[in-house]
Structure formats: structure tokens, C-alpha cells
């Protein structure tokens, strides 16, 4: 099209409808790539859109609960297991999903690019490829790891708390159905995993007696407790 004003011009580039590698012809020689030509200078002004914000006036509130989400999710499974069952996986997907598209809004909204919604079910990807359109350290991705690690030994510590508490009654109902004794059950203490759901553990009654027994709990979660000859 042309010829054009160099005020037809300008408007065009901060359209976006001409760009530095857009060919022109400014009267003489063969035709250049606009930044080739005198209106390389026009660029940098070439658009009402301002420039990307500095990767550290993003709002990274949602990214930090993104990070935080493995220790979350451990908690809010350990409280809401008997609810969740074998759904507990929600806990974790459904606020990944919903945190990392409120991210991306916001990265969208501060000029940037973001990573694909898709790479919610794999947090260290997004995570990574994050850091890398922010030109940012990985901080973001490394400390999800370290609060991925950090989850397990949370869910393991609850784990132990929640058989201890479910064997207490059952060593109560032994011991007074079965030994005839009036003592209850203070506390169960697992001393040690032996096997995969089989644990030794200590039995304290409410007499100061001490009860060394075994308990084995079944894939279909139910527990078995015995109580060897003291």
C-alpha cells in the first residue's frame, strides 16, 4: 500500500500493523525491513501499550500458594481424609488448576507471557517454564521441591498419629474382653514400621501398665492388634 504520510505511518506502526521486520520502500535502492530504514527510530514509541512491569512488581501471591500447595494439600488431606478417600488427589489438582489460572492472569495482566494452563497437573514444569519467560532464578521451582519432600514427612507424621489414636480403643476392647482387667487405653506409641502396614508399638493403660503389641492395618483399612505374652 502507499504511498503513505509518515503520520500514516506512525499510526500504523503503533497499531501493530507495521513492524521492524515489515518490507518497505522509502523511494530509492530495493525495499528493507522497516528497522533497516529511518523509521527504525519510531519503534520504541510505536504503541500506547506500556512496556512488560519488572519481574519483581508481579503479583506472586498466587505462584507462593502454588509452592505452598504440597504442605497445604498434606494438612488438608490428614484432616478431610475420611471425606475425600480416595479422591484426596482433588485436593491438590483442583487448587493447582484454579491457582495457576489466576497466575497466568496475572502474568498476562503485567505485560508477560505465561505457560500453558495444561502444565497445572505438572507443577515443576510450569513452575520452570515460568522462570524462564520471567528471566527469573528458579527459586519458585526449587522451593516447590523442597515443600514437595517436606509433605511427605507430614503425611507420614500424620499418618502414625491417626493408627495411633484408631488402636488405642481396640487394645482398650482386648484388654477388657479378653484379659478381664478394668484398665483402658491412654496412648499408643508405633515404635517401629517392620513391614509395609505392620508396625510394633507400645500400649500405655491408664494403670501405668506398659504393653508392648504389634498392629497391621490392611489395604481396606481395617486394624488388627495383638498383644504377645508380656
Request: glycine share 6%; hydrophobic share 45%; aromatic share 12%.
Amino acid at each position: 500500500m502507499g504511498p503513505l504520510s509518515l503520520s500514516e505511518v506512525k499510526h500504523f506502526i503503533g497499531a501493530g500493523k507495521i513492524n521492524k521486520e515489515t518490507t518497505v520502500w522509502d523511494g530509492e535502492g530495493d525495499w528493507k525491513p522497516a528497522s533497516k530504514t529511518a523509521l527504525s527510530e519510531y519503534f520504541h514509541i510505536s504503541s500506547d501499550i506500556p512496556p512488560p512491569l519488572g519481574s519483581r512488581d508481579i503479583y506472586n501471591v498466587f505462584v507462593w500458594f502454588i509452592v505452598a500447595m504440597p504442605i497445604l494439600g498434606a494438612i488438608a488431606e490428614l484432616i478431610f481424609i475420611d471425606i475425600v478417600g480416595n479422591f484426596s488427589f482433588l485436593l491438590y489438582l483442583i487448587p493447582n488448576i484454579v491457582l495457576c489460572i489466576l497466575d497466568e492472569r496475572k502474568l498476562k495482566a503485567a505485560g508477560h507471557g505465561a505457560p500453558s494452563t495444561k502444565w497445572c497437573i505438572l507443577i515443576p514444569v510450569y513452575l520452570w517454564k515460568r522462570a524462564n519467560i520471567l528471566g527469573q532464578k528458579k527459586l519458585y521451582f526449587w522451593a516447590w521441591g523442597a515443600a514437595f519432600l517436606l509433605s511427605f514427612a507430614i503425611t507420614a507424621t500424620g499418618n502414625d498419629a491417626v493408627l495411633e489414636d484408631s488402636t488405642c480403643p481396640v487394645v482398650t476392647d482386648i484388654v477388657q474382653n479378653q484379659f478381664y482387667e478394668d484398665a483402658t487405653c491412654k496412648a499408643v506409641n508405633i515404635d517401629e514400621e517392620v513391614s509395609d502396614g505392620f508396625y510394633k508399638a507400645t500400649a500405655i493403660l491408664d494403670d501405668g501398665t506398659e504393653l508392648f503389641i504389634t498392629i497391621e492395618e490392611t489395604d481396606d483399612n481395617n486394624i488388627y492388634v495383638r498383644i504377645p505374652s508380656q
